[in-house]
């Protein structure tokens, strides 16, 4: 069965700190990945897309970047955290071709930067 | 207007009763539509997604959906204490939107 796992699950940053979480799903091959924010009490919005290994699509402007390195590995990034990136971060997952609303999540990594 | 509209809540109704959770949504070509729920600090899952106008039953929920009117909705029969959590609605056109979420309290 297909497992996806996202790390660190919390994290407590200062200001202008860099940041790494990483995403990985097994049991499936060449997926289409998401990272997805969460502010407090809002819904989801999305941040980066991947269809494929080096393929990323931005849908927010900001001091956030996503990497594919590897088929089943998104990585989000930033090299200086600011107070308003603090929120729940999602990594999901969908088999390719299928319908792209039925996203598969991480655990999340919950970001609070000082 | 906010691509996808849903009441914050909290809903608050009485176990055993139907909880009754709204969304509406903007854009006119939307194709599919998703519920996902979320409990307090956990990531969301897929209950359910409609395609269709009219009703499609899964067990305890029904999703119902107008596209005419441009309005989805969740029912949820026999409402039980563990389904309290906050209920997300998306909308998918050519990607997926998600609503702010409803927050429903089952109270026993």
């Known amino acids: 069965s297909q497992t996806i796992h996202q790390w660190p699950a919390t994290l407590v940053q200062p200001v202008g700190s860099p940041l790494s979480l990483e995403c990985t799903v097994e049991?499936?091959?060449?997926?289409?990945l998401y990272w997805y924010r969460q502010a407090a009490g809002r819904g989801l919005q999305l941040l980066f897309y991947?269809?494929?290994?080096?393929?990323i699509s931005s849908e927010v402007p900001q001091n956030l970047s996503a990497s594919r390195p590897q088929d089943r590995q998104f990585i989000l990034s930033s090299k200086k955290l600011l107070l308003s990136d603090s929120g729940f971060y999602l990594c999901?997952?969908?088999?390719?071709?299928?319908?792209?609303?039925?996203?598969?999540f991480g655990e999340g990594s919950r970001l609070t930067v000082l | 207007q906010k691509e996808v509209e849903q009441n914050s809540g909290p809903l608050s109704v009485p176990e055993g009763a139907i909880a009754s959770l709204n969304c509406t949504y903007s854009?006119?070509?939307?194709?599919?539509f998703f519920w996902y729920r979320q409990y307090s600090g956990k990531s969301p899952e897929l209950i359910m997604f409609?395609?269709?106008?009219g009703d499609k039953e899964d067990g305890r929920f029904t999703a119902q959906l107008n596209k005419a009117s441009q309005y989805v909705s969740l029912l949820i029969r026999d409402s039980q204490p563990s389904d309290s959590a906050t209920y997300l609605c998306?909308?998918?056109?050519?990607?997926?939107?998600f609503g702010s979420g409803t927050r429903l309290l089952v109270r026993p």
């Open positions: 999901a997952w969908t088999v390719k071709g299928a319908n792209t609303g039925e996203l598969f």
């Open positions: 049991g499936t091959s060449n997926p289409n």
């Open positions: 991947s269809v494929g290994i080096g393929q």
């Open positions: 854009d006119r070509g939307s194709q599919s």
């Open positions: 409609i395609y269709s106008n």
């Open positions: 998306a909308v998918n056109n050519y990607k997926l939107i």
